[in-house]
Each structure stands twice: as C-alpha cells, then as structure tokens.
C-alpha cells in the first residue's frame, strides 16, 4: 500500500515538474487511431458517463442517454473513444462498452417496405436471432447503418437491426376511392405524352404513355383529379391525371363530314357559347374522337387546343360536290408555318410556281427561308437574303417550320431520343447525351428540327428537353475560392471559350451551376451574363458568418485541409486577427500571408469580437424612433433594452463594423448599439440656446453651409441643443423629421431681446404703375432692386435692426394701404425709394419729408440720411424738400422719400441700369438709415 501511494506521489510530483519547465501540456497526449464507423449510438446503458479523458480515473462531465448517436473522433488502445460532444466538454471520452459504432444514415426516420413484414434482429445481418417483427409501412426511427442494416430504436429491445433493403424513406401512400365517372371515355389533349403510373399520384411508377388524341376507357374517378383507366396492355392498375385529359363519351362514328352550307365553325368548348378558332369547309373530312352532348371532340392538326364542331352539322357519308373549273391563275394561301427548310443539297429557285418558270437562284440544304404563301399544287412563294420579290421553290423539298426561340441549345435529358419526324411515333435515328450542343433549325409544335452533322436525313427532338443553357448541376457549396495565382474566368465551360476576365488567387465568387465535365458557373463583382471558371482551381465553400476574425485559443492549429487528419502547417496565438474566405462544415479556410498553400481552422477557435478603439467623439445622439441595445456588437446578441430618438449616450468604444459600446442612464456592463442609427458629438457647453441673428436662422440637415437647408427659426426663439459637431449644433426640432443643425455663432446662451429699430422700405410704384421711364429703364423695377440689396445690407451688416418692405415683387399696392401696413407694424422709420425725372437735362438726387405738423425726429433723420448720402453719394445734392405726398401724410412714424437720381438722365441712367450701381444706391442708403438711427454694425 505504501509502495502506491510512493509511486502515485511520484507520478504526480514529476507530472508538476514537466509542466513547470514546460509551461504547457503536450497538445496531442493521448493519441487516437481512426475508427471504422463515423458515429456511436448508446446501447443497453440508462445513462453513459461521458469523462473528460480516456479512463475511469477522469472526472465525468456529463452523461448520454440510451439510443443518443454521438460522432467518433478516435479510438485509443484501451479501447475508449473520444467523441464530439463540446456541448459537454471540448475533451470528451466514453466506454466501447455500452457503444455500438455506426454509420450516420442518410435520413433520420423511414418506413417497412415489405410485402407483409420484415424481420428485426439482434446484430447487423441475417445470421442473427429475430427479436421482433414490423408489419409493411409502419414507421421506424434509424439510428445508424452498419454494412447494409440499420440499428433502429424499438423502446422494447436494446439492440435491433433491419436489413436496408426493406426500408424506404417515402411514406407509403393509402389506396385511393373511386367513384364513377360522369362520361365513359377520356381523351389525351394538349400533351405530346401524358404519363400513366400505378397508382393515382406523381409518387407513383410511370408504367406508360398515351399519346395526344388516344382515347380510353374511364373505370372511376379519385377525389383528387385522377382517373383509373382501362389500359391492360399497359399494366393492371392504370392511372391518370385529369390535367391533359378530357372526359367524353365514345361517339358513333371515328370519321365524320363536314355537311353544312358553306362551312362548319370550329370552337374551343363543347357549345356554341365557346369561342370560335377556326372553320372547316363543307364536305372535309373530319376525325371524331369523343362525344359530349351533341357536340364532337375532333382531331384537328392546325389546332394545339381542344377544337370541338356541333354534331349537326356532321355526317357519317361523305358529301358529293360538282367540280369547278380549275383558274388559271393559282392563288396562294396561307401557309401553316412561318417559315421552311431546305431539305437538299442544292434547291432551284424559280421565277413562278413550276417547273417551266425560270431558275432565278439556289438554295443548300438546311437553308431557312420565309413562306410567303402556298399554292394549290404544292410551291411555296418565300422571300430571304439575296431573294427577288418573285421567288419559288416547291414544296417537296422544304419542311414547314416556325423559328424557334433561339438557334442554339443544349440537350436537357441524360439521353435524349432523335426521331425523323415531329412526334413519337416516328422511328428513333440518332441518341443525344447531357448538354450535347445542336444546332436548332425550326420547331414545329413542341419539336425542334434539328441539323445534326453525323446523321443523315430529317431530325426532331422534343423542345421540353432542350434548353438555351447548358445544364448546370447544384454544387454542393455557395461559393469557391480561387487556389491560383491567376485564374481565366470564360465565357462558357471549356478552354475553347473566350477569356473574359481574370481572378487572382484567394477570390471569393458565387457557384451558380456545375456542369458535368467540372466547370463552374460564377457570379460575382465585375462579372455578368456567361462566366465559367475550371472547377481544378476553385474550393467550394460556404459564406463564413463574418471575414475577420480573432484567434480565441492559446495556441491553434492551423492545417491544410478542414479535418484533423490533415496535417499541421501554422500555429496562431491568441487574438491574432485572421482574414476568413470560407466555411467547411466546422471548419474556416483562412487566406495567411506567410503560408502556402490551404490553410484551415476549426471555428470553434476562431471568434468575432475584437478590441474596440475610441471614438471620435465623446457622445452619440439617437437617431431612430426606438434603437435596440444589445449585450453585444451585433444583431445576433440579446437585446437588453430600448432607446427613444434624440437620447443622448456617451460613446465608450467603437468596432471596425460600426458598433458603439455605450453607457447611461439605465445601462451597465456590456451594452452596444448599431451606428447606423447613432451621430456622434460633443457635449455642448448647455442644452438650451437662443437663435441670436437678425431675423431668423437657417437649419439645416448636416454641419455645415453645404448641407440643404430645411427649415428656419426667428430670432430670439429657444432652441434643444442635443450635441455639438465642429462649430454647429445638433438641435432637436419636433417638427422637421430627419436630422437638423444650426450653426453655433449664431446660437446664445442668453435669451435675446427684440429688435431696437424697424424699418419700413417701401420701394415706389409697382405692379400696372411702371412710374417714371426712360433710358430704357422703368422707375418700378429699379427701385425694387435698390431696396431689396438696402434690406440684405441692414439686415446682415447691423445688429438689432428688422426689415418690412411692402413689395418683394413687381405688384402694385395702393399708397394708403402702404402707410397702413407701416402703422400697423409699428414701424420706427418709414423710407420710401423713388427715382427722378424730369426733360432728360437734370441730374442729381432729394430727399422729401412732410411739408405739414411734422416731429423734430423727422426733421434730424432727414438731415443726417440727407448729408450721409450727399457725402458717399457723386451727384448733385437738389437739397432737402418737404411735400404733402401720401406716404408722408399717412404714416404715424418719421418718415422721408428720397429721389435717387433722374431716370431719364444719361449720365445718371448709367447708375441705375447696372447691377453694380443699384447695389451701390442700396448699400448707401441702408448706411445712410444706420447712421441716422445709431445702428451697431455686426
């Protein structure tokens, strides 16, 4: 007893001592041999200890129940198995006792197909006892294949097999009631076959085929559209679906005549309410191949559709009509298809429909030209390239065809019969495999007239299994990734395509189809319509969940193919960042700078977060009606809580993809929000501002005069500062949806007071009073012009001033309505603009005020407007007036007029007509109003 507990102190002291000098456990220290079978399933234990190393002397850190199937990674010599199972422990080892090795099966439930019931035993195969019987059909859960048996669960017995050859993954279906049918016959229409299977559903064996127009016997009817028929000779129980299928009765007679005056109509339904699509003249004969109440279901070959003729106007004897002269001259009709095919190795020409006609040119075999009409005896009118407008070949050598969709196909069917004539009773010339190319010619109903180089003679295929496209099979995986250094992308799938483009080496692209020869079709940036890359040099993947990632391991593997088998190329440290092309099961395809070759991880080691770097600036302003935070930076973590629009949060960090970690009010820990719906601020110095400009401050949608604007606010009003962005401020505005900033030195902490001084500029005249003229110039639009560029000056050059003008525009409004708005307003200084006129000699500008009762203050600002423009203004100075004009009589307040310069003067007409001038008469003037009333400048 001694000896052991010196022995396993010993063990114990040097295990400690390796690891001391180490500083890690060997990575691969109980080595694993592959197993046979990919999976175990528990058998005959309640519960199997899973330990966390191959012996009984490792802790168990979980158990599996009886019948779990877990998947093997390995097997030991002492006969433990180390088993995938991370959601227990990332080290997992359980007992070979009480685990039978196994197979995954392709599905996880199947069914008894036997013809009573098979046998279950004890072992894989048929040397084993029976143990238990299931009857046909009955459902069975499959644990796992073992060589042909599967290990299925029975609740009664531990350990039970079937042979796989009695197990079907289709759920047998029930048989079907029949009820009788309301006619006795049906008739095959508009299919070229219609398939006949063994039981009324598609899950059912295709035992036969009906042609179009074949009529059978009816034995009853399914509640779900299928009909059992009376077809013997193609298998005992017959079935078909009613789509393609038209119930009748059988008629009298196969063959009828048309016995009406002229012609018979044709309809597309069994009544004369149905329209009519076509007619046959008196005396045709007619193939009936179905009755329903007086009307005959016939077999018309100008029709695809079902075409019907009233059984009274058809006759069982065939009509005797007196023959008519021949005319001289053959009239064409109209020929059944659009087109024809040159069925010769050289095809005369000719001037007229014969043979006595002149040759005019020729045609070679499989030439297609355009049937312009068709005689009597057989010639066709065409017309093509190189083609006179009378030109006639006969029509023993041309094939009536339609031009076919497109001119080059693909053969859509593993083997794919060629006949010589457009239908399946034609006898079969030739075999086409998988995407054969060939070169289409004309269709005729749903065939395709072919021309076949290694086959002589008239060739058809069936349209349905020709397309335009090559066939592409599924791949098995999204995407590829490109293992070359520069790869020729194509314009169809082979070396004999044209380079369209290039790939470098580790491209991402989307699989759109795999042909059979290896050559995938992709899609991708830069890339449309036909591209093809040689599947030699692609990797089929799956789109990993992100593209960048992190190492979360101390030390991790990396190997050259996506399971441990493979070997070992590169190690990773913890939090390396790698760069992610694609996903293998539970395996990441890396693109590693510093290795060659493939490189894989598994990603169970591989994670997304990564360390955030500071923001740009200190807050962040919501901006959404509710913002989702989340425990992490992503939308696949939990939510944690809510934030509503213009809530302000302090930015802690930021992701490389646009994610803040946040904290607040309410918020602690891990709590992350998307930028997407965040701005970024400063914290500005208060919250609440007052607009401080003239008369009103532009906002706008972002930080900066660039930005549209989108609303305005008067000077004065209170304004919610949220953030501030470089000398603008975020402001929150319940009225304007989107975002809004306005430009902080215009903003102030204090609330302002209103306007010391308003002025009222009325500019004369207007609107149907043009007022005084000459020099090409009218009174009216010149004094708008001054005015207008006075009011832009005082209200962006002086502080504490506000404008009114009753006219922005050419309108007229009467002079006492201009003095009442004034009063109204309340206005300090009325100022109206004018310019003179007089014979053309004088020059010069006036000023008026009142000659009645007028203030001291009206006679001040007069002097002090009249001297300043006087002064910064070179003309003559008419001096100061008084006069009783309406605008001066009307107003309660100091009011002047000024007649700035004569119209009608060459010299001062100059002045008046340049933009630059009336901006200069403007600037004058509103300098002149500021000097007068004290006005501070900005």
């Not at 109440?293 to 019907?308: C, H, K, R, S």
């Not at 491209?507 to 093809?532: C, N, P, Q």
């Not at 003179?836 to 600002?861: L, P, R, W």
């Not at 910064?872 to 007036?881: H, S, V, W």
């Amino acid at each position: 007893m001694q000896k052991k507990l010196f022995k396993s102190a010993f063990i114990a002291f040097f295990a400690f001592f390796v690891i001391f000098i180490t500083g890690q456990v060997p990575a691969e220290a109980n080595e694993v041999e592959e197993v046979a079978h990919s999976h175990g399933v528990v058998q005959g234990s309640d519960a199997l200890d899973v330990r966390e190393g191959p012996g009984d002397d490792y802790d168990v850190v979980g158990q599996l129940d009886d019948d779990t199937r877990v998947e093997l990674e390995g097997q030991n010599s002492d006969g433990w198995y180390k088993i995938n199972a991370d959601d227990i422990n990332e080290d997992a080892y359980v007992s070979e006792e009480g685990l039978v090795p196994v197979d995954e099966p392709d599905e996880e439930e199947g069914y008894v197909d036997a013809s009573t019931s098979v046998n279950v035993r004890e072992g894989p195969g048929s040397s084993y006892d029976q143990v238990e019987s299931l009857s046909q059909g009955e459902s069975i859960d499959l644990l796992g294949e073992v060589e042909g048996w599967y290990k299925i669960q029975l609740d009664d017995v531990d350990s039970t097999y079937i042979s796989g050859d009695y197990v079907t993954f289709t759920e047998p279906l029930e048989a079907a009631e029949l009820t009788e049918t309301a006619r006795t016959h049906g008739v095959v229409q508009g299919s070229g076959s219609l398939d006949v299977r063994e039981g009324p559903g598609n899950d059912y064996e295709v035992v036969g085929q009906l042609d179009d127009e074949t009529r059978v016997e009816l034995e009853g009817q399914t509640s779900d559209g299928w009909y059992k028929i009376n077809a013997d000779d193609i298998n005992e129980d017959t079935y078909v679906s009613e789509e393609g299928f038209v119930p009748v009765d059988e008629p009298d007679e196969e063959e009828g005549y048309v016995d009406a005056s002229t012609s018979v109509n044709v309809r597309e339904g069994p009544g004369s309410s149905y329209d009519q699509v076509d007619s046959i003249p008196r005396g045709e004969s007619v193939d009936i191949v179905g009755e329903i109440d007086d009307w005959y279901l016939i077999q018309w070959d100008d029709m695809d559709e079902p075409a019907y003729v009233s059984g009274s106007h058809i006759t069982s004897t065939e009509i005797q009509e007196e023959t008519q002269a021949e005319t001289q001259d053959q009239a064409l009709t109209e020929p059944e298809h659009s087109h024809g095919i040159v069925q010769s190795s050289s095809l005369n020409v000719r001037s007229g429909p014969g043979t006595d006609y002149d040759t005019i040119a020729g045609l070679e075999d499989y030439t297609r030209v355009e049937l312009e009409g068709e005689t009597s005896d057989g010639w066709y009118k065409i017309s093509g390239e190189g083609l006179s407008d009378e030109a006639h070949v006969s029509g023993d050598f041309i094939v009536p065809v339609d031009v076919p969709s497109y001119d080059e196909g693909y053969v859509d069917s593993d083997l794919l019969n060629v006949r010589e004539g457009p239908n399946t009773d034609e006898a079969r010339v030739h075999q086409l495999e998988r995407n054969a190319q060939v070169a289409i010619v004309g269709e005729i109903g749903d065939w395709y007239k072919l021309q076949l180089a290694d086959v002589d003679g008239p060739t058809y295929v069936n349209a349905d299994y020709i397309s335009e496209e090559q066939t592409l099979m599924s791949s098995d995986r999204s995407h590829g990734i490109v293992q070359s250094s520069h790869l020729n992308v194509r314009s169809g799938p082979g070396t004999d395509y044209d380079t369209i483009a290039g790939l470098d080496d580790y491209t991402r692209v989307e699989l759109e189809g795999e042909t059979s020869d290896g050559w995938y079709k992709i899609s991708g940036e830069g890339l449309s319509g036909e591209a093809y890359v040689s599947g030699d040099f692609i990797v089929p993947v799956d789109v990993p969940p992100y593209d960048e990632g992190y190492v979360d391991s101390d030390l991790l593997n990396v190997r050259e193919g996506p399971n441990t088998d493979e070997a070992r190329v590169h190690q990773l440290e913890r939090n390396e960042q790698v760069a992610i092309v694609g996903e293998i099961g539970d395996w990441y395809k890396l693109q590693l700078a510093d290795v060659d070759g493939p490189t894989y991880v598994n990603t169970d080691y591989i994670s997304e977060e990564e360390t955030l770097v500071s923001p740009e600036r200190s807050h962040g302003i919501v901006q959404s009606s509710h913002l989702n935070v989340r425990s992490g930076p992503g939308t696949d973590y939990d939510t944690i809580g809510g934030l509503s629009d213009y809530t302000r949060v302090e930015l802690e960090g930021e992701t490389s993809d646009g994610w803040y970690k946040i904290s607040g009010e309410g918020f602690s820990g891990e709590a992350y929000v998307s930028g997407d719906f965040i701005v970024p601020v400063d914290l500005p110095e208060e919250d609440i501002g007052y607009v401080d400009a003239n008369v009103s401050l532009n906002v706008r949608e972002g930080p900066g005069t660039s930005y549209d604007q989108v609303s305005s606010i008067p000077r004065g009003e209170q304004i919610d500062v949220v953030g501030e962005i470089d000398g603008w401020y975020k402001i929150q505005m319940d009225d304007v949806s989107g975002p809004t900033y306005v430009s902080a030195s215009l903003v102030s902490n204090e609330e302002i007071t209103a306007p010391e001084v308003k002025i009222f500029i009325d500019p004369g005249h207007g609107g149907s009073d043009s007022g005084a003229a000459g020099n090409g110039l009218l009174e009216k639009d010149v004094v708008l012009d001054i005015s207008l560029q006075a009011a832009e000056v005082l209200e962006e050059e002086y502080l504490g001033v506000d404008v009114m003008m009753p006219r922005t525009t050419d309108e007229f409004i009467e002079l006492e309505d201009r003095a009442a708005m004034a009063n109204d307003w309340g206005a300090d200084y009325f100022v109206s603009l004018h310019n003179n006129a007089f014979d053309g000699s004088a020059s010069g500008f006036e000023s008026f005020i009142f000659d009645g009762n007028v203030s001291s203050t009206t006679i001040e600002k007069q002097e002090e407007v009249h001297q300043y423009i006087a002064n910064e203004l070179d003309a003559t100075d008419r001096g100061m007036k008084t006069a009783n004009f309406s605008v001066l009589r009307n107003t309660t307040m100091p009011a002047i007029l000024l007649e700035l310069l004569f119209i009608d003067n060459a010299v001062d007409a100059e002045m008046l007509g340049s933009a630059e001038g009336r901006a200069e008469l403007g600037r004058i003037t509103a300098d002149a109003i500021a000097h007068a009333w004290d006005i501070e400048e900005r």
